[in-house]
């Protein structure tokens, strides 16, 4: 077995890997979008936002510490306790879904049938909003975030591929978590889709708004209900992203890279964006291997996602499994 | 006697049992900017009856229907439902106070089955919230089980079998106002909107539509109000007639009386407003 190809494969897996997070994200764009029709620019923000309030509740932070500081002249920081991993996972999500609420509430219940323009503008304020918010109650330091993932190479991948290849891969454990988690929640999403109430409720109103009324949908509780999903979709990618690069707000620029994924997936196909998912992640990934590090001085990571969309763009418009753009005239 | 004096229970001649007032709208205007679609109208609908909507194009039926169904907020008057004057609702209110209906320019779900969408007819049926159904999972199954079967009861009963697993963006136009129909009736709607349902059909499937609103409100009693824009294709469907012309009512009675109304053939017959 040459090297060489022992190699690549170890970069193909670690692509898809780093492709299950950029599906992530895309996944929550995808969510908003079917059922609101909202290009959520904030998806990102979210996940960051997410991951800073697990850790803040996690270690016991007092929210709007500066702000209480400086008003009431005290120097409160920590409440002193600490609280365990899954009960601060559970009290998260319930920030995530009061955000949701709040977000339908005070600004899209104002833009229905507005321009997709102005909705997504509204998302690029709600974006940086929210990251000022979650500055303001949490602070602004890296922080790491350990929920009790296990970390670090996996032995028994390393021993087989050794055995194999006389050459032994090195697939960090928290990837393969992250792969795991990732594909139980798309399972259950596309369960909760097709056999729940609220499931039906929501593939009616991504159909159609006037048809979903006529049945009994209510439009505001499913786009709250959307907003909540996103943001527990928001809230597994903070934490696979923040466990893996500590939770900064560079967080937050992952979900440009959501965009070319969403190119290539389309933007109302959820199995899209998966599958533009790890294609931007493994594509990215073996280029910079194969091409990039050796012929063009590296760090390609950062267009090549980009590169790749715009041919997509030019070659094939509604990504791979959008629905195909008929040109009514 | 005028049918339309009745205030008690009644059958019809060919033995459907009416019975009492189960919708009233009470003076009803309503205004787009400086148009009146709506000019003060009043009627009843009573219940196990068809009841008809007439009159020329831009009459204001559909603005009607809007106004029943939610859709619409009438600047002023009241709809009375089952003796009481409803607060302003919401269309999916509306919808789960039991009144179901069709559009004019058809609204169905275009990436579903004929039977999701028909299931989607269910929804407010739907009790089981999501926690129970991720817990309960015996009570949730027997509940899609019933859901199941009514929409599979309503499927057989517009003869749409054929078309079950179809996507309904490939139907034609005649089968897609069919599965609409059967999208309202799989909620068991004590009042049927049908706007239109006969516009753009061929004989053929107007006689089909025909037939189905006929034994829909006979076999389910369900109580219907539908529009129509053809005076002809009414008469024999419907009990009582309204006739609306330039949102004004200008006739409401038995087909018969409403044949007679010289204010409704001037409408029809002396200008046309199309
Ligand atoms: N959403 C709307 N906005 C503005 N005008 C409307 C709207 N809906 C109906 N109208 C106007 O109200 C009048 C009645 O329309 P409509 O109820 O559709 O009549 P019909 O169904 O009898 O053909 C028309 O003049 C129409 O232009
Ligand atoms: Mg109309």
Redesign the pocket.
């Known amino acids: 077995m040459p090297e060489q190809l022992a190699f690549t494969i170890e970069v193909f897996l670690n692509g898809l890997m780093a492709g299950v997070l950029y599906a992530l994200v895309a996944l929550g764009f995808v969510l908003i979008y079917k059922a609101s029709g909202i290009f959520n620019y904030a998806q990102g923000v979210m996940a960051l936002f997410a991951a800073l309030t697990l850790v803040g509740i996690m270690e016991g932070q007092v929210p709007f510490a500066h702000l209480i500081n400086a008003i009431l002249g005290t120097d409160v920081h920590h409440f002193g306790w600490h609280v365990p991993a899954f009960l601060a996972i559970g009290l998260t999500m319930v920030v995530m879904i009061v955000l949701a609420y709040l977000v339908q509430r005070f600004v899209f219940r104002y833009l229905v049938g507005q321009e997709p323009i102005i909705l997504f503008m509204a998302t690029i304020g709600l974006a940086y909003f929210m990251e000022g918010v979650g500055d303001l109650m949490w602070g602004s330091e890296i922080k790491t975030l350990d929920v009790g993932l296990p970390q670090g190479i996996n032995i028994a991948i390393d021993e087989t591929t050794y055995g194999w290849f006389g050459y032994g891969f090195f697939i960090d454990n928290l990837d393969i978590v992250a792969a795991i988690i990732a594909i139980l929640l798309v399972t259950g999403l596309v369960l909760f889709a097709q056999y729940t109430k609220q499931g039906r409720a929501m593939r009616a109103v991504a159909d159609d708004h006037q048809a979903a009324l006529s049945v009994g949908v209510s439009l505001n509780f499913i786009w709250i209900l959307v907003w909540s999903l996103a943001g527990f979709v928001a809230l597994v990618a903070g934490i696979m992203w923040g466990a893996k690069s500590g939770v900064q707000f560079s967080l937050s620029l992952i979900a440009l890279k959501a965009l070319p994924v969403l190119m290539l997936g389309g933007f109302t196909s959820i199995p899209g964006a998966i599958v533009g998912g790890l294609i931007i992640g493994v594509g990215e990934k073996l280029f910079e291997f194969l091409i990039g590090a050796p012929f063009l001085g590296g760090a390609t990571e950062n267009w090549f996602a980009y590169m790749l969309a715009l041919i997509f763009l030019v070659f094939r418009p509604q990504g791979l499994f959008g629905e195909k753009i008929i040109e009514r005239v | 006697m005028r049918v339309t004096d009745m205030t008690t229970e009644y059958t019809t001649a060919d033995g459907r049992r009416i019975g009492g007032t189960v919708m009233e709208m009470k003076n009803i205007t309503l205004r787009?900017?400086g148009?009146e679609?709506i000019k003060n109208i009043s009627f009843d609908i009573r219940e196990g009856e068809i009841r008809a909507i007439i009159?020329?194009?831009?009459?204001?039926?559909?603005?009607?229907l809007?106004v029943i169904s939610g859709f619409?907020v009438p600047q002023d008057g009241e709809v009375w439902y089952k003796g009481a004057p409803r607060p302003p609702m919401k269309p999916f209110e509306v919808a789960q106070q039991g009144i179901a209906r069709t559009f004019?320019n058809i609204a169905l779900f275009e990436g579903m089955s004929v039977l999701d969408n028909v299931m989607t007819g269910r929804l407010t049926h739907m009790k089981t919230g999501l926690f129970a159904q991720s817990i309960w999972k015996g009570k949730a199954e027997q509940e899609e089980t019933e859901n199941r079967e009514v929409a599979e009861r309503i499927i057989d009963f517009l003869e749409i079998q054929a078309i079950r697993k179809t996507p309904v963006a490939r139907l034609p136009y005649g089968l897609k106002k069919r599965v609409e129909l059967a999208r309202a009736l799989a909620a068991e709607p004590t009042i049927l909107l049908l706007?239109e349902p006969m516009a753009g059909m061929n004989v053929e499937e107007k006689e089909d539509m025909s037939r189905f609103i006929l034994d829909v409100n006979d076999e389910f009693g369900t109580t219907i109000a539908l529009?129509e824009?053809d005076m002809g294709v009414v008469m024999d469907l419907s009990d009582r007639v309204v006739v609306?012309d330039y949102?004004k009512k200008i006739g409401d009675g038995t087909p018969d009386e409403v044949r007679n109304n010289q204010d409704v053939i001037d409408a029809y017959l002396g200008v046309s407003h199309d």
Do not use: E, T
């Open positions: 787009f900017g148009v679609a009159g020329p194009n831009g009459a204001g039926k559909s603005s009607m809007n619409y004019q706007d529009i824009h609306m949102g």
